[in-house]
């Protein structure tokens, strides 16, 4: 069983920035595909990035140019440009080759003037 917990969330203004963390039992980052995904109220949760075992990227449209993933000791979504619409409960995802999946709590993002 893998265990996620995010941190890092909080409130900033437009054009602030942010960095998520998500920490895991177990060395998994090498074996798992990882990524970040956002829910707001009353929308379906989205993926946001996506940082592959072999280290390859992906990125929402939305996000490219803003956000970054990257990982070591902890998967880290680094939050540049901040907007509004980006206010959104973010959640940590591991999966596997095997297709088993895990979630986080989730840490809060709030963008507002």
């Known amino acids: 069983q893998v265990q996620l917990v995010e941190s890092g969330g909080g409130e900033v203004q437009p054009g602030g920035s942010l960095r998520l963390a998500c920490s895991a039992s177990g060395s998994i980052f090498n074996l798992y595909d990882m990524s970040w995904y956002r829910q707001a109220p009353g929308n379906e949760r989205e993926k946001v990035a996506t940082?592959?075992?072999?280290g390859s990227t992906s990125y929402a449209d939305s996000v490219k140019g803003r956000f970054t993933i990257s990982k070591g000791n902890a998967v880290f979504l680094q939050l540049n440009d901040l907007k509004p619409e980006d206010t959104a409960v973010y959640y940590c995802?591991?999966?596997?080759?095997?297709?088993?999946?895990?979630w986080g709590q989730g840490t809060q993002v709030t963008v507002s003037s």
């Open positions: 995802n591991a999966k596997s080759v095997a297709g088993f999946s895990y």
């Open positions: 940082i592959a075992s072999g």
